[in-house]
């Protein structure tokens, strides 16, 4: 890469301190990732993120690091930005339930944000593995396209639990099935077209079954188990967490949502990843896949203005130093920029766009002005006498946040292309 055209100090010690990477093959030897054994130390939460969905060079980079932390580092738990619901029989099938085709199935209408092949080699890995690595889904259901996922098993469940209340969730099954889609990019605007009447309707059930559980949740253990009314419970607050960001959605777009109001997605994400990390056993060690704008440790912000408190904000603020946050981005490529569009099969369209020069003051200016490819930047050791970027790209865009404090690393690949979807 060309020499920078002008100084910049934290670029010369970007440069004088990140380690290069050799590969970007998932299936390429691990001896260059070596540096992120001193990164991750002891930490039982490790985050791997993403400037955009769809990019080949993160999904490969992404399986790198997965394969790292399992393999060297004892790493227990691959836990995805997707459906908390959904993530069930997907680590039963990880665990070797089932035929190998059966996964395809499982994915067919789901967003394919590069759960697949981890999936797979989990299988592969589990199969001869005398300790399996278990695969836990973290989000609201469908990415906030449906409740269904979640509403129907707890239906299953309350038919032998309490039956009594099934004429309430299957009247908020009938209601949250008239607006279902893939994503809420779809899902949300059809909730804004239905009648007030209904909205409430469904809040208010899933509100009143979620006090019930809670009410009564010394019957429902002694009528069933433990385990059950624990996965249960978690699925009804997936359910009104995905139902409140309906309504902090339509107040975004209205100009009328409460500050911040579009955290309920992200709080119930950080829950999920404690939920699965007090469940998994002593010593687990959970690999967390999502955005960059889900993982960081600071609030998000855009023009000025507070939209959104992270994941990563709740995880670094319940864990401290056991939450380590590893942001991927790229110095130049193109990027999947996501388009609303109803009529499209998640409800928005993937625009191939290719990525201008990084904006001076972000995390890819340093990288390319301190002439660095494929490479790792260990922030912790950053001096903080030395400026560092506030901003980093998301799809073309740019999220200000000061970066030293929003994330313990980046890695950066030269280039980046978007992934063939249709293949």
């Not at 003051?361 to 660095?372: K, P, Q, T, V």
């Amino acid at each position: 890469m060309p020499a920078p055209s002008h100084p910049n100090p934290f670029a010369g010690w970007l440069r004088d301190h990140a380690a290069p990477l050799t590969h970007l093959d998932p299936e390429a030897p691990l001896d260059d990732l070596e540096p992120l054994r001193d990164l991750v130390g002891s930490a039982r939460v490790v985050a791997i993120g993403e400037n955009s969905h769809f990019i080949t060079e993160f999904s490969q980079l992404r399986q790198r690091i997965l394969r790292f932390l399992a393999e060297r580092c004892g790493f227990t738990v691959l836990a995805f930005e997707y459906g908390f619901s959904e993530g069930f029989p997907l680590d039963a099938w990880a665990q070797g339930e089932g035929a190998d085709d059966d996964l395809s199935a499982q994915l067919a209408t789901a967003i394919p944000v590069g759960v697949e092949e981890p999936l797979r080699r989990l299988r592969r890995h589990n199969a001869t593995a005398g300790m399996p690595i278990r695969f836990a889904g973290i989000d609201i259901p469908a990415a906030g396209g449906s409740l269904l996922p979640a509403l129907a098993p707890v239906a299953d469940y309350l038919r032998d639990i309490d039956p009594e209340t099934l004429p309430a969730i299957e009247q908020a099954m009938r209601i949250a099935g008239s607006f279902a889609g893939a994503s809420a990019a779809s899902a949300a605007p059809a909730w804004t077209r239905l009648p007030t009447a209904e909205q409430d309707a469904l809040s208010a059930i899933l509100m009143r079954l979620l006090l019930r559980f809670r009410a009564v949740e010394v019957l429902y253990v002694s009528r069933g188990d433990r385990h059950s009314y624990d996965i249960a419970l978690r699925r009804v607050e997936a359910a009104c967490h995905a139902d409140y960001g309906f309504r902090a959605m339509a107040g975004l777009y209205a100009g009328t949502g409460w500050t911040a109001d579009t955290s309920a997605r992200d709080v119930y994400m950080a829950g999920s990843v404690l939920w699965h990390l007090d469940r998994s056993g002593p010593g687990a060690r959970i690999v967390l896949a999502a955005h960059n704008a889900h993982i960081q440790k600071t609030p998000v912000s855009f023009d000025g203005h507070l939209t959104g408190l992270p994941m990563g904000q709740h995880l670094h603020n319940r864990l401290g130093d056991d939450y380590v946050a590893l942001a991927l981005t790229s110095i130049t490529g193109r990027t999947a920029d996501m388009r609303p569009d109803e009529n499209a099969r998640f409800g928005f369209a993937i625009d191939d766009t290719a990525l201008q020069p990084p904006e001076q003051g972000s995390i890819e200016a340093a990288f390319a002005d301190a002439g660095l490819g494929l490479s790792i930047g260990d922030l912790r050791r950053a001096p903080r006498e030395v400026p560092g970027p506030d901003r980093y790209r998301i799809q073309s865009a740019y999220l200000h946040t000061p970066i030293l404090d929003a994330f313990d690393a980046v890695l950066t690949t030269p280039a980046s292309t978007v992934a063939d979807l249709e293949s």
